[in-house]
């Protein structure tokens, strides 16, 4: 069965950190484009960072370049995403996202993050 399961998400104080992570099941994950997406109340769901299936090759959303850092790791079957320096614009749910050209698009359920100021 397909899935793509997120963790690490949570309430962390504005500066603060944390890390996403998320595993898949049921696909070669491997030959994928994994990417994180979130969508905050109100607002529609925005690409955050994307890795290509090697892990040569990164892409941010200048809302976060210098603080998000993504990484995959294929022998886990499971991408993550590095979260620094954390403002409250940063509170949505994070998304894992999986494609392949000619291939099915997978979601995960997403995880909640929270930033207090």
């Known amino acids: 069965q397909v899935q793509l399961v997120e963790s690490g998400g949570g309430l962390v104080q504005s500066g603060g950190s944390l890390k996403l992570s998320c595993v898949a099941y049921?696909?070669?994950?491997?030959?994928?484009?994994m990417s994180w997406y979130r969508q905050a109340p109100g607002e529609e769901r925005e690409l955050v960072a994307s890795i290509t299936p090697s892990g040569a090759t990164t892409n941010y959303a200048d809302s976060v370049k210098g603080r998000f850092t993504i990484s995959r790791d294929n022998a886990k079957n499971t991408v993550y995403l590095q979260m620094n320096s954390l403002k409250p614009e940063d509170t949505a749910v994070y998304y894992c996202?999986?494609?392949?050209?000619?291939?099915?698009?997978?979601w995960g359920q997403g995880t909640q993050v929270t930033v207090s100021s």
């Open positions: 049921g696909f070669i994950f491997s030959d994928r484009v």
């Open positions: 996202k999986s494609n392949r050209i000619g291939r099915p698009v997978y």
